[in-house]
């Protein structure tokens, strides 16, 4: 059966030169190779990888002990789309609905009761949900496109939709197999936010050139709490070029909402690079100081739980004016950092090129930042 296998198949020669095969078993198109580990599991995968990923596999290993059964999973790699990606389709179509819903309500200002006598009426927000949906794609699509370019096998965003404010929880894509080098994991982290923010800038420019909304009175003299988005460094700087404004001296006239999906792309991105876990910073932080990622990312959590402490007890801010909104992201990054970036086979140094994009892309970051960016003021 080996013999075989390695004719038509994986390249088992090269595994056994460090693998001990007791049992193969097959699930499909993959193949799990039971036994034990001659060398330790880093070295494992370092020594076959190359081999296997010449013959078009990827390969994954778990290393249990000496006194337990070791295992290599052997793949084919993807080279496309396998089929009509339902489940990513059907939540494109979710969120499509969940912004048109929340951009009708909350941002044109069309009453609810109105939309539920004609749910046509939530076409009014499509706008919006093209901006939203804009800069998450687009940002997503910048890893799925870089992946597919170094032949790591990604999916396709999935979108997630969601309730008010915005209509949706962001996108993700899901990396599977193993992360060749850390120039590719540095590619693959950098690409979503420079990509997210390119789409990010149009987005808000145009959002900018559009007229401004007239509030309705009935909103204006509604009794519920107001959410204020305040203004990051780059929007406020983009309205600078453009001499355009974010605000205007009449409380019922509003910036156009197309400009909230700028707002957004800024916030995720911010969010999105910080250097801890499976995010994109974590990613590019890893590729770039190698295992000395790890101190970063422990010091994550400390970082934005003294944003939080520092707001509430030096500025007298409450839970509802962004400080739990750090609190609460220092309890997720301190959950993520346990799972740790993917860690590639060859660890040679990123050159000064790629060193010097991080920094630029971390720096656009910073621009983006805003230590209060959502207030929530008692009516």
Not at 93 to 121: C, E, H, K, M, Q
Not at 126 to 137: K, N, Q
Not at 328 to 351: K, M, Q, R, S
Request: proline share 8%.
């Amino acid at each position: 059966m080996e013999q075989s296998e390695s004719a038509g198949g994986p390249p088992v020669e090269a595994l056994r030169a460090v693998f001990d095969v007791h049992e193969v078993r097959s699930n499909g198109e993959q193949r799990i190779y039971y036994g034990t580990s001659l060398v330790p599991e880093q070295m494992l995968v370092r020594e076959i990888w190359p081999t296997f990923r010449q013959a078009g596999y990827d390969v994954q290993a778990r290393v249990s002990g000496v006194e337990q059964t070791d295992v290599v999973v052997v793949e084919p790699i993807s080279t496309g789309i396998d089929g009509v990606p339902w489940k990513n389709l059907t939540l494109f179509l979710l969120t499509v609905l969940s912004t048109l819903i929340v951009g009708a309500r909350a941002w044109y200002y069309v009453p609810f009761d109105d939309i539920v006598a004609n749910p046509l009426l939530i076409l009014q927000a499509w706008p919006f949900t093209a901006a939203i949906l804009g800069v998450l794609s687009v940002h997503e699509l910048g890893h799925y496109v870089m992946g597919r370019y170094h032949g790591v096998n990604v999916s396709l965003p999935y979108l997630i939709p969601f309730i008010f404010p915005f209509g949706t929880l962001g996108a993700i894509i899901r990396m599977r197999g193993q992360m060749p080098d850390r120039k590719t994991l540095f590619d693959i982290g950098v690409a979503g936010p420079l990509a997210g923010l390119a789409a990010t800038i149009v987005v808000t420019a145009i959002g900018l050139s559009l007229d401004p909304l007239t509030v309705p009175a009935w909103a204006l003299n509604s009794s519920g709490d107001v959410i204020m988005f305040n203004n990051p460094p780059l929007l406020d700087a983009i309205a600078t070029v453009l001499n355009q404004p974010t605000e205007y001296p009449d409380p019922q006239t509003t910036v156009h909402p197309v400009v909230i999906g700028g707002w957004v792309g800024m916030f995720f991105t911010v969010l999105n690079l910080l250097p801890v876990g499976q995010l994109d910073g974590g990613h590019m932080v890893r590729a770039m100081l190698g295992e000395r990622q790890e101190s970063v990312a422990a010091a994550v959590p400390l970082v934005l739980f003294g944003l939080a402490g520092y707001l509430h007890y030096v500025r007298g801010l409450g839970i509802n004016q962004s400080v739990g909104l750090w609190f609460f992201w220092g309890l997720l990054a301190t959950f993520i950092a346990y799972n740790g970036p993917a860690d590639p086979v060859d660890e040679t140094p990123l050159g000064p090129g790629r060193i010097a994009v991080g920094l630029f892309t971390f720096a656009l970051g910073a621009a983006c930042f805003l230590l209060v960016p959502i207030q929530v003021i008692p009516a």
